[in-house]
């Protein structure tokens, strides 16, 4: 999975800032632009938290 960081700072405490222009903002630094950066995160927990919901909805 891809996460964008901000280019600054590296941060990945990114926000869409405005959306109709594809500004985002670092929350971290308080950049502003719409040039990020993208990084490959490890997904393993993803995939858990994603087969913990299932379960979640079926025993609703
Ligand atoms: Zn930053």
Redesign the pocket.
Known sequence: MKIKI?P??E?PD?ILYIPQIGSYK?R????IGTFVLTKDIDVKENDKSKKRNKKLEKSL
């Open positions: 901000c600054e700072c941060s990114i670092c971290n630094c308080g950049y």
